[in-house]
């Protein structure tokens, strides 16, 4: 038996869906077929389950909708009932049930495995006032096999949210898989593929009442688990800021895991496999697992699951949430030591491999990337290489490159789709600023004084250009300077092109402190990358995203109180680029999608102590949100300024991107360290992360020292929108 996990204290339940009757909506027509490897999957999950994982066949609970053949085709058969006896269809009432049986009978600590197979689709929202703030008055939902009837109900995303928070609740450790559409969009598919999902939305009324629980109860959960909740979950309540991030199936997941087949714009596909029929997520899932071993996370999982299914369905990018790094099948979370790329596409051929990363993250190129195996979690194990490889064609959020060096051949270590890159060398002269020394000071400098500048500058020359700082000759203008303080403190200072002391830097650097210089060269790459990333832009004027990212701030009421309705009033910007908001304020960000396109978003907040944090989504497991065309995303956040700030001024910056990207390389640590801090005089937005110890992602320079200009294909796939603001204590 395979050792992915232990064999006791694991509960599944598994439903799958290939009848659905009658398959025709009041005055709809057609609406949703009958499928054709939806059972099958369910069947084969089950037979690992047990053959690899050891679950006891009392632990499974399966509801399946089987209908006369398996080929998917339509037919009259369609229209006849299950195979299976009524008691294990999955109907809503039965799936209801089997949801809370299987809470109540697992003990705390139990690990609990959910997997669907079937419809996904959207109705009309009987929760029109919990769905006012995402722009939209929809639910998404599951597709019971009797939905055909107008009586019958939908599993919708309130409910699920409930019914997952109460096992979550209860101490269970979750994993959930839908291979299914969210919003069930229409695809056209080649003969024998067919899409779990239908492109309608179902207008029709249906019984608003649950026997999930109480509206009140469901109503309270869902507001408690989105940002417009009561601030109980601890992670949020500590950090003074809340944020909505929440889009597609169900709220962000807390305190689970969450694998969905596809995108909220995408088409889940199942087609044939070895001549049968089955879902691309499950075939390619089950196949990845079979050869896995201990230590094989979720986030693995996804890497090595993703690339196969985009390599034969394009349009089908599947979603993970939720705790990436825990064990597949296991309880201990394993942090990956950097931040790495996928690669997701090999050509063996002309010894190039695809990656998923390019110029909307500053990478061009010569940059230089390190491949590991896939499921890597320590990239500071060298001897783990596969290759090296350069990038030779950069897109705007995938790349080409090439293999310029192998390792591991003995252990015949291969490049893979999923493998694992990290970036090793920028290599653009772009992004690099210029320092100076400045030895010439009234009073002049003691011996002393001088010989520590000078350590400095030793240890800025001792990069020999492999880094992100050169020194300035003595014709050159400099970005940044570096130089004694001028008081009486014998300590070291860093200065803008002006001469003024960049301010916000602690603890202090003594001249005398050996390690200061090594220390001083951190600061100053530190910020440099805090000014590329900042810069970086899209400067295409004539991409169809130009202006299509909007962002406005709202003034929330006075008193209010994570939990109440907001009541919005704008904010007017001073000069019409800086807003001023007082400490302790909410506020309300609303990102604006005004293109005709699904764009994926995040936005980083840029802070006077020199840190830049996601702020959207802001759970650490998420990279980006879908926001829909001509839609709104709110995000609630209270302005925060750390002990001993008067002011801070905040720069929040969106990025939208047409394809799946991640902006957490973004994320950079606070350069003011006082001796003493408190947790709450932190100045971080969201829950506190492991702090990123190696820079990823840097920008280009400004487009006036640009050489290269953006490709268009490159500049019409992403874009930039961000807002000031000034905080006043």
């Known amino acids: ?93 039965n799936i209801v049930s089997a949801f809370k049986q299987l809470t109540n009978k697992a003990n705390a600590g139990d690990q609990v495995y959910i997997h669907y197979s079937g419809h996904g689709g959207r109705a009309k929202t009987i929760y029109p006032e919990l769905k006012e703030h995402t722009g939209g008055g929809l639910d998404e939902a599951l597709v019971p096999t009797d939905i055909g009837n107008s009586e019958k109900r939908y599993v919708r995303d309130v409910e699920l949210a409930y019914l997952l928070k109460k096992m979550v609740d209860k101490g269970l450790i979750v994993t959930i898989v839908l291979d299914s559409c969210h919003s069930g969009g229409a695809t056209r598919a080649a003969s024998g593929t067919v899409a779990r999902g239908t492109g309608r939305i179902d207008e029709n009324d249906r019984p608003a009442d649950s026997l999930v629980a109480s509206y009140d109860e469901l109503s309270s959960a869902w507001k408690e688990i ?44 199942e087609t044939v496999f070895n001549g049968e029929k089955r879902g691309a997520l ?45 064990v597949v099948f296991g309880i201990d979370s394993l942090q990956p030591s950097l931040y790495a790329v996928n690669v997701t596409g090999l050509e063996r051929e002309t010894n190039r491999v695809k990656l998923n990363t390019g110029k909307v993250h500053g990478i061009g190129k010569e940059a230089i990337f390190e491949v590991y195996p896939s499921g890597t979690t320590d990239y500071t194990k060298t001897d783990k290489r596969i290759a090296v490889v350069k990038i030779i064609e950069a897109g705007a959020t995938e790349s080409w490159a090439e293999v310029v060096e192998r390792f591991n051949q003995e252990q015949q270590l291969v490049i893979e789709q999923g493998s694992q890159a990290v970036l090793v060398d920028v290599a653009s002269t772009r992004l690099v600023r210029k320092v100076s020394i400045r030895f010439k000071e009234k009073p002049p400098l003691t011996a002393n004084q001088i010989q520590a500048l000078e350590r400095v500058k030793n240890a800025i020359e001792q990069l020999k250009g492999h880094s992100l700082i050169v020194l300035a000759s003595q014709e050159e203008s400099a970005d940044y300077q570096v130089a004694k303080e001028m008081e009486r403190r014998e300590e070291y200072e860093i ?21 200061a210089p090594a220390k001083i060269v951190k600061r100053l790459i530190h910020l440099i990358k805090y000014s590329n990333i900042q810069q970086l832009d899209n400067h295409d004027n004539t991409s169809p995203l130009a202006r299509k990212l909007v962002l406005e701030l709202f003034a929330l009421q006075q008193g209010y109180e994570p939990g109440d309705m907001p009541e919005l009033h704008p904010l007017v910007a001073r000069n019409g680029t800086m807003y001023t908001i007082n400490e302790g304020q909410y506020f309300l960000l609303r990102i604006h999608n005004l293109s005709k396109q699904i764009l994926k978003v995040a936005a980083v907040d840029f802070q006077p102590g020199w840190a830049v944090q996601q702020i959207f989504p802001r759970a650490s497991d998420t990279d980006y949100l879908n926001i829909d065309p001509e839609r709104y995303e709110d995000v609630i956040l209270r302005a925060y300024l750390p002990q001993g700030y008067r002011e801070g001024r905040d720069v929040i910056k969106a990025f939208a991107t047409v394809n799946p990207t991640s902006f957490r390389w973004l994320e950079l640590p606070s350069l003011d360290e006082p001796g003493q801090r408190s947790v709450a005089a932190t100045r971080a937005i969201g829950p506190k992360n492991e702090l990123e110890e190696f820079m990823a992602i840097m920008t280009e320079d400004k487009p006036k020292t640009r050489d290269i200009q953006l490709s268009v294909s490159a500049s019409h796939e992403w874009t930039t929108s961000q807002i000031e603001i000034e905080m006043k204590r």
């Not at 996804?302 to 790094?325: E, S, V």
């Open 1 to 93: 038996m395979s050792q992915l996990g232990r064999p006791s204290g694991i509960h599944a339940f598994l439903i799958g869906i290939d009848c659905y009757l009658p398959n025709r909506l009041p005055g709809d027509g057609s609406y949703y077929p009958s499928l054709g490897g939806c059972v099958q999957d369910i069947n084969y999950v089950e037979d690992f389950l047990v053959k690899h994982i050891g679950i006891p066949q009392d632990n499974i609970m399966k509801l399946t909708a089987s209908k006369d053949g398996a080929d998917g085709t339509e037919s009259s058969s369609s229209e006849k009932a299950p195979l299976e006896p009524k008691e294990r269809w999955p109907t809503y009432e």
């Open 226 to 269: 989105t940002s417009f909740g009561n601030g109980s979950n601890s992670s949020r309540s500590a950090t003074g800021r809340n944020v909505q991030t929440f889009k597609g199936w169900i709220p962000e997941p807390k305190g689970y895991v969450l694998l969905a087949a596809c995108e909220p714009d995408q088409s889940a596909f």
């Open 282 to 326: 499950t075939f390619y899932l089950l196949d990845s697992l079979k050869h896995k071993g201990p230590n094989f996370t979720y986030r693995a999982l996804h890497d090595q699951t993703a690339p196969k299914i985009r390599a034969k369905f394009a349009q089908q990018t599947p979603m993970l949430q939720g705790d990436r790094d825990r």
């Open 495 to 515: 200065l803008d092109p002006g001469g003024n002391k960049i301010p916000n830097i602690n603890p202090p650097l003594k001249i005398s402190d050996p390690d």
